[in-house]
């Protein structure tokens, strides 16, 4: 059995859109809900310095939420940094159109897949989030033939 990819770990939620002045809440999720790990959250305003600070999740938390105050107008970049990876999004302030989610990757089968989901989840990083959907002992991967064979032989 190996252990789930790294990258699929954490979840970062903000708001699509916020007015200027307001604050902006950005929720971090430790999907594996065990805690004990640090992060690192960084928030860019537009043409403006990235601010980083650690996010530590002690043992058994796995919710944490932090606050930016929109100050400037434009798209503000959110990434959450975890061990060499990076999850991102964005909050736009003021008027404009939303920025697009990166691509889903959906990965199916039965057990053979196992593992093909987490290593694709590794290479992809951020570029895109996958989305497992294996169902053990189902035989998926054998062609029609041999389904037809053992149907045979049952009857």
């Known amino acids: 059995m190996r252990t789930g990819s790294c990258a699929q770990r954490f979840k970062l939620t903000a ?55 929109a100050k400037k107008k434009g798209l503000w970049k959110v990434a959450l940094r975890v061990h060499g990876h990076r999850i991102r999004t964005a909050v736009r302030v003021g008027a404009g159109r939303v920025v697009a989610e990166s691509p889903i990757v959906l990965t ?5 897949m196992q593992g093909v989901d987490h290593f694709l989840a590794d290479r992809l990083g951020e570029t895109a989030r996958v989305v497992s959907d294996v169902h053990h002992g189902t035989n998926i991967s054998r062609g029609t033939e041999s389904r037809a064979r ?4 049952c009857v």
């Open 15 to 69: 708001p699509a859109r916020v007015g200027l002045g307001t604050r902006a809440l950005v929720r971090l999720v430790d999907r594996w809900n065990i805690g004990g790990i640090g992060t690192r959250l960084c928030i860019t305003p537009p043409r403006g310095r990235k601010a980083c600070r650690a996010v530590r999740f002690p043992r058994a938390v796995n919710v944490k939420s932090r606050r930016f105050h």
């Open 108 to 112: 199916t089968g039965d057990s053979t």
């Open 150 to 153: 053992r149907s045979r032989r």
